[in-house]
């Protein structure tokens, strides 16, 4: 894998933008190290398994989710990446003569949804099918959904990323038009959501910011990509300002400190609040300011080799990470009798036996990576070449959002029934997809295989 990551960034563009790479592995890995050390599970003095939730038993690492919370960077790199995807795609159909718009988005938005969705579908069905086996078996049910609600945390975020992407020909064109403008809208946006969900109580409202938040991050991608980062003193100003913002409303403010789950159920993140949006302003504002260093550092070829290994795999290391965590606990919980579990999460204990924990994580993710990151590269044509009819567009991107959404908010786990699953979650993001002219079956392509390095378009 290293010899083919090292030959893909051997041959890569001089005019590529690495740390668009670089960010988007830095963000994945952070969220990666974020959750294995969140959650801790350990055995208490009579021999029960406990999950000890971090930000509950040590309130000085809720200053650390400002850091491990990056999900605003990624919505950044991929308003650059999805700026020069749809720009380039437009320009190709105008040389090609083909003067409607309407089809070139359904290929385009079918084909990001497949590059997205694919390597999800493995950990869905796997997961399914542990969750009857484990039904079946006898296994209490309580477990059973902890198991998967654990394993499956990170699929909710793909619903919203999709739901932002296929935005993405409306929200360029508000900033080819209108520029800052097209941004500065969903501050107010947000703003009110805040208010009609914490001052009048207006239930439900507050999911709205999950659109609000997160397309605003994105179309500072835009602003990005279009140069307009390029004076650094706008970036630092950038951070200064969001930063101010963050310490205003949660040091002095209504708002925790914490960017994740926070004692009490007020959670900054699920869905977002000003607070995050203010920390993804302070973290764009840094990221492009560090940029041009960034840019330097990164034509090391082992650090550039690494970066594009990473971007290889990012999505598999992403969707697996926490069913390598889950196998890992299972086996010294069942197998080992609570081998290594004896450390209260918080205590110095636990915190010295990080490094070796980690170590053993990453160990155990090494296998789901080599069977299944494969799944990043099995893109075959959509519909054969054809143009995904406009019904079937729109409700296989509803599909496969609800499914996933569905997946983290209710769970596949289900408390009565025989099979012991939802099937219908398990359902919509495979129809869906079949909607949309693909599926869960590995058809690489030589092209594929060439692409293995990862693309910031």
């Known amino acids: 894998m290293w010899g083919k990551a090292r030959e893909l960034a051997e041959m890569t563009p001089p005019e590529r933008n690495r740390w668009v790479d670089f960010l988007r592995a830095l963000s994945i890995m952070a969220v990666v190290i974020g959750h294995w050390l969140m959650a801790g599970m350990y055995v208490d003095s009579v021999g029960e398994l406990r999950r000890g939730d971090l930000l509950t038993v040590a309130d000085w690492t809720h200053w650390l989710t400002w850091g491990f919370q990056v999900m605003p960077v990624f919505f950044l790199v991929g308003g650059y990446s999805n700026s020069v995807s749809w720009a380039a795609t437009v320009r190709k159909a105008q040389a ?3 003067p409607s718009q309407t089809g070139v988005y359904r290929d385009w938005l079918a084909t990001r949804v497949q590059r997205l969705i694919t390597p999800t579908f493995p950990v869905l069905l796997l997961w399914a099918a542990l969750a009857v086996i484990m039904t079946q078996v006898g296994l209490p049910r309580d477990q059973i959904r902890m198991a998967t609600e654990a394993a499956l945390i990170p699929v909710w975020f793909l619903a919203v990323y999709l739901l932002v992407t296929a935005f993405t020909p409306v929200t360029h064109a508000a900033w080819n038009r209108f520029g800052w403008l097209s941004f500065a809208v969903f501050v107010p946006l947000a703003m009110l959501t805040d208010w009609l969900t914490f001052t009048q109580g207006v239930p439900y409202v507050n999911f709205t910011n999950f659109l609000w938040v997160f397309l605003a991050i994105h179309q500072l991608g835009f602003a990005w990509q279009d140069g307009k980062f390029d004076r650094r003193w ?19 403010g209504f708002y925790p400190v914490s960017m994740v789950s926070a004692p009490g159920g007020f959670s900054n993140s ?29 034509k090391s070829v082992g650090l550039w080799t690494a970066t594009v290994l990473m971007n290889g795999m990012i999505m598999t290391v992403y969707l697996w990470h926490l069913t390598a965590f889950v196998l890992v606990l299972t086996v010294c919980w069942l197998v080992l009798g609570g081998a ?25 993710l090494l296998p789901f990576i080599a069977i299944f990151a494969r799944h ?21 991107v509803l599909a496969i959002c609800i499914g996933l959404g ?21 359902a919509l993001p495979l129809l869906g997809a079949a909607l949309l002219g693909f599926g869960p079956i ?16």
Do not use: C
Not at 234 to 252: E, M, N
Not at 442 to 457: K, M
């Open 270 to 298: 699920l869905p977002p609040t000003l607070a995050l949006f203010a920390l993804g302003m302070a973290q764009v504002g840094l990221v492009l300011a560090l940029e041009p260093m960034g840019r330097k550092m990164l």
């Open 234 to 252: 706008l970036a630092w100003a950038w951070f200064a300002g969001g930063l101010a913002i963050l310490v205003s409303i949660t040091v002095y």
């Open 442 to 457: 590995y058809r690489p392509s030589q092209a594929t295989r060439d692409h293995a390095g990862g693309s910031a378009s």
């Open 406 to 426: 569905a997946t983290a908010g209710v769970t596949i786990a289900s408390p009565d029934s025989l099979s012991g699953i939802r099937w219908w979650v398990i």
């Open 376 to 396: 990043e590269r099995s893109f075959g044509p959509i519909r054969g070449g054809r143009t995904v009819p406009k019904a079937r567009a729109v409700f296989g």
């Open 340 to 364: 290594g579990l004896d450390s209260v999460p918080g205590t110095g204990a636990w915190w010295a036996s990080r490094p070796l924990w980690i170590a053993i994580y990453v160990a155990a």
């Open 96 to 98: 090609e003569g083909r």
